[in-house]
């Protein structure tokens, strides 16, 4: 099993700047795959970003990329969403995903809401 504890959340204005944690316990391990996924009220989930335990491969939805870079602090067990230039568009729950290898996002955090005012 593998908990999964986002915060940062909050309201910015249009513009701003905005790092989310999610900090991973539990069964972590190298081949253990982490993303941030969002949802703006009345629309499904989208992904967001992902990247792999080690910190490689990293992709992005197009409409995050050159905007937003995720990263992660193995030592602490915690991966970063570092989000810039954001837009009221980005006004969302944003929530961490983990999956060991090649499964489905198994395991899921409670998100934390954020929201950009114009």
């Known amino acids: 099993q593998v908990q999964l504890a986002e915060s940062g959340g909050r309201l910015v204005q249009t513009g701003a700047s905005l790092r989310l944690s999610c900090a991973a316990s539990g069964r972590t391990s190298t081949n253990l795959r982490l993303a941030w996924f969002r949802q703006a009220t009345g629309k499904e989930r989208e992904f967001v970003a992902r990247?792999?335990?080690?910190?490689?491969?990293?992709r992005y939805a197009d409409s995050v990329k050159d905007r937003f870079t995720i990263s992660r602090d193995v030592a602490s067990n915690t991966v970063y969403l570092y989000m810039t230039s954001l837009k009221p568009d980005d006004t969302a729950d944003y929530y961490c995903?983990?999956?060991?290898?090649?499964?489905?996002?198994?395991?899921w955090g409670q998100g934390t809401r954020v929201t950009v005012s114009s």
């Open positions: 995903a983990a999956a060991f290898g090649s499964d489905e996002w198994t395991y």
């Open positions: 990247i792999s335990w080690r910190g490689s491969s990293p």
